[in-house]
């Protein structure tokens, strides 16, 4: 019998004939396993790609075949008092139920090991001091997230039948998003579509990878808006929503990574094809040039159709006109 683990500890659980027998639902037999966790922890968990198997595709609602061995990755604690914080947010529109903000680069979305605090979370919750209680207890308000890198528009919502048909709409794809970004190299054809599936990397944990055997469907379209000797400028639409889903698509799919991406490029060796002027701009420059420009969505509680845009930050903008 697995032994019920720490808090912070990854651990395997193996399947057995019996806990077939007696677990009709994935998420009640980790809840019974895991008995620390709640099913809305193990939901949130599994949703955040923490649960998977090397040999089968995971579903919360059955339970997989006797042998199949379950890995979780349980994150460290983070502490349970959030705290408000006067950081500054560029704010696109607000209204009674919900909130959107322009996400700069380096800003972290919510509290995770090694980010505690100065994030968007804390900004939010000093604008908005109700917003404890609405949705995951340490994400309140957060329904989708950007990279930390990554800059450009987010929705937060701030009650909860806000929250709860905004995560509808991002499930079901009824969001429009669109990204922009700057990319090594010049992709084959002016358009396309790169569609397959996207899971953890099998050696380092830290990244994710197209084409995983048990990964998820990720499909993104990829526009082509101006083409450089060394890069390119591209718009990129999302259909569905996976973690680094645009990163790993253009690295690994179109093998044009994004510039200054320096956990899927091509590191100095792919930099050096830029010339000396634009590496001058970019100096030791940390995050990715990708940014979310576009986002739009019907109004979960008044029905209105909202639309928000927001241009990239200036590093991006004088990258491009240097080219």
Do not use: W
């Amino acid at each position: 019998m697995t032994e019920t683990p720490s808090e912070n500890a990854d651990v395997e659980i193996t399947v057995t004939l019996e806990d077939r027998e007696q677990f009709k639902r994935l998420d009640v037999y980790l809840a019974a396993k895991l008995s620390q966790f709640s099913r809305s922890t193990i939901k949130r968990l599994f949703e955040s790609e923490d649960i998977s198997s090397e040999t089968v595709s995971l579903s919360l609602n059955k339970m997989p075949a006797a042998g199949t061995v379950i890995e979780i990755e349980v994150p460290p604690p983070i502490p349970s008092d959030l705290v408000a914080e006067n950081i500054p947010l560029d704010i696109l529109f607000e209204d009674a139920h919900l909130i959107i903000i322009n996400k700069p680069a380096g800003l972290v979305v919510h509290p995770a090991p090694g980010h505690y605090t100065g994030t968007l979370v804390n900004a939010i919750l000093y604008h908005c001091p109700d917003l404890k209680g609405i949705g995951a207890e340490k994400r309140p308000g957060i329904v989708h997230r950007l990279d930390m890198g990554t800059s450009g528009v987010m929705v937060v919502a701030k009650d909860q039948a806000t929250h709860e048909g905004l995560a509808l709409l991002f499930s079901t794809h009824d969001i429009d998003r669109k990204y922009e970004a700057l990319v090594l190299g010049n992709p084959n054809g002016s358009s396309g579509l790169l569609n397959s599936t996207i899971g953890r990397h099998p050696t380092n944990r830290l990244k994710m990878m197209a084409n995983v055997p048990v990964g998820k469907k990720a499909i993104t379209h990829f526009k082509v808006i101006k083409r450089y000797e060394s890069c390119t400028h591209v718009e990129l639409k999302l259909e569905t929503g996976r973690t680094h889903q645009i990163r790993v698509h253009m690295s690994q799919l179109v093998k044009c990574p994004i510039i200054c991406d320096t956990l899927y490029g091509y590191g100095p060796t792919g930099m050096n094809k830029l010339s000396p002027e634009i590496r001058t701009i970019l100096g030791d420059y940390p995050y990715q040039l990708l940014h979310a420009k576009e986002l739009g969505f019907v109004h979960p509680i008044t029905k209105e159709k909202l639309h928000f845009s927001a241009p990239p930050p200036e590093i991006f903008q004088a990258v491009i006109r240097a080219l």
